[in-house]
């Protein structure tokens, strides 16, 4: 692709990546003190005495943190061109914080469970899968040299390190627009209900819909 054919998708990852910003920085600061100090008396996700809990659910969030700021970076096609061990670098980040960041969230699941019950638990340990299997997939299509298929899962990886920020937004748009119609402080409203999947699933299916029409990198 022509360079100048790729500015428009260099502004749109760079207003992306802005756009995150904010949340990286508070799941970096949140893991950060939650590994580092008692925070028992501020937050549920804290054990007192919990070790392992503990380094799961705040490791999960340092290790997302740095997937949800690497991986619009990690997309770019012009960034890949015009610094391949760059990408190669980043891409081994992504893919070690995505597997953290989903083995963390999915012990934490299996240690003290969810706010919102077994259908949170179900929504979120899906997403860890989805997140741990892309990212070993597209390391491995990577070492084989398998461009196509390594972009394919490299992309679904994109998606899922992006989804964390996406639920965030859905929540923001939502209380803006109704107040908070349908959610509850336990997240166990009908909108919190559908949220659990909401913000992955159809992005990962409208990933594959564009897939379909644009199975070689060149062609988008
Ligand atoms: C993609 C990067 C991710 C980031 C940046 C991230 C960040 C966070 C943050 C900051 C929280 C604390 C809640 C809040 O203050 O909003 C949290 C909670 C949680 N995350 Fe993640 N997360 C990521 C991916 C994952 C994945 C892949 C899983 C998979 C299992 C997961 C499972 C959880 C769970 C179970 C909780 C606790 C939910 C609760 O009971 O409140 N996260 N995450």
Redesign the pocket.
């Given at each position: 692709m022509a360079a100048r054919r790729l500015w428009p998708q260099s502004v749109a990852l760079a207003l992306l990546w802005l756009l995150a910003l904010g949340?990286?920085l508070?799941?970096a600061g949140?893991?950060w003190r939650g590994l580092t100090r008692d925070l028992s008396g501020q937050t549920y996700?804290y054990t007192h005495g919990g070790w392992a809990a503990n380094l799961a659910?705040f490791g999960?969030?340092l290790a997302?943190?740095a997937?949800?700021c690497l991986a619009p970076l990690q997309v770019s096609a012009a960034l890949r061109r015009r610094f391949p061990a760059l990408h190669r670098g980043m891409g081994r980040v992504l893919v070690a914080g995505g597997m953290l960041?989903?083995l963390g969230?999915?012990a934490?699941?299996a240690l003290r469970g969810?706010?919102?019950g077994p259908w949170?638990d179900f929504g979120?340990?899906l997403?860890?899968v989805c997140?741990v299997v892309a990212a070993v997939q597209a390391f491995r299509f990577a070492r084989r040299r398998d461009i196509a298929r390594h972009r394919r899962w490299a992309l679904r990886l994109f998606v899922?390190?992006m989804?964390?920020?996406l639920f965030?937004v859905h929540y923001g748009l939502w209380f803006l627009a109704t107040g908070g119609l349908g959610s509850t402080e336990g997240?166990t409203g009908p909108f919190d209900r559908v949220q659990v999947l909401a913000f992955f699933v159809p992005y990962l299916v409208l990933l594959e819909l564009w897939l379909r029409r644009h199975p070689e990198p060149g062609a988008a």
């Amino acid at each position: 692709m022509a360079a100048r054919r790729l500015w428009p998708q260099s502004v749109a990852l760079a207003l992306l990546w802005l756009l995150a910003l904010g949340f990286v920085l508070y799941a970096a600061g949140f893991g950060w003190r939650g590994l580092t100090r008692d925070l028992s008396g501020q937050t549920y996700l804290y054990t007192h005495g919990g070790w392992a809990a503990n380094l799961a659910v705040f490791g999960h969030m340092l290790a997302g943190a740095a997937i949800t700021c690497l991986a619009p970076l990690q997309v770019s096609a012009a960034l890949r061109r015009r610094f391949p061990a760059l990408h190669r670098g980043m891409g081994r980040v992504l893919v070690a914080g995505g597997m953290l960041a989903g083995l963390g969230g999915l012990a934490y699941i299996a240690l003290r469970g969810t706010i919102g019950g077994p259908w949170m638990d179900f929504g979120f340990a899906l997403y860890g899968v989805c997140m741990v299997v892309a990212a070993v997939q597209a390391f491995r299509f990577a070492r084989r040299r398998d461009i196509a298929r390594h972009r394919r899962w490299a992309l679904r990886l994109f998606v899922l390190a992006m989804a964390s920020w996406l639920f965030r937004v859905h929540y923001g748009l939502w209380f803006l627009a109704t107040g908070g119609l349908g959610s509850t402080e336990g997240l166990t409203g009908p909108f919190d209900r559908v949220q659990v999947l909401a913000f992955f699933v159809p992005y990962l299916v409208l990933l594959e819909l564009w897939l379909r029409r644009h199975p070689e990198p060149g062609a988008a």
